[in-house]
């Protein structure tokens, strides 16, 4: 069982930067990949970015790439989501993902094993 916890989001203005924070419980947190997610309102929930369990492997949205950037410490259960340079289109809850399989959190984001509540992220122009 794990068991997730974001943290970190706020209001920021267009070009400024926030960095997520994502606690995991648990003994497997090392062994899962992880990924963060965001649903803004009346939209579905999307893919941003995820990172293989050893971290030697990240993934990003396209929307984010070069801006946003993931990471992981294995030794304090935590996930990273660094986001530079960002805009009113990624006002959005963040969700913070576990899965032990990679490609489920990069191809099947409704059959991923665990999530977390949610961060909001409001971005203003």
């Known amino acids: 069982q794990v068991q997730l916890v974001e943290s970190g989001g706020g209001l920021v203005q267009a070009g400024g930067s926030l960095r997520l924070s994502c606690a995991a419980s648990g003994r497997t947190f090392s062994t899962h990949a992880m990924g963060w997610f965001r649903q803004a309102p009346g939209k579905e929930r999307e893919f941003v970015a995820a990172?293989?369990?050893?971290?030697?492997?990240?993934y990003y949205a396209d929307s984010v790439k070069g801006r946003f950037t993931i990471s992981r410490d294995n030794a304090k259960n935590t996930v990273y989501l660094q986001m530079n340079s960002l805009k009113p289109e990624d006002t959005a809850v963040y969700y913070c993902?576990?899965?032990?399989?990679?490609?489920?959190?990069?191809?099947?984001?409704?059959?991923?094993?665990?999530w977390g509540k949610g961060t909001l992220v409001t971005v203003s122009s």
């Open positions: 993902a576990a899965d032990s399989n990679i490609a489920t959190m990069l191809k099947a984001l409704h059959n991923i094993d665990y």
């Open positions: 990172i293989y369990w050893s971290g030697s492997n990240t």
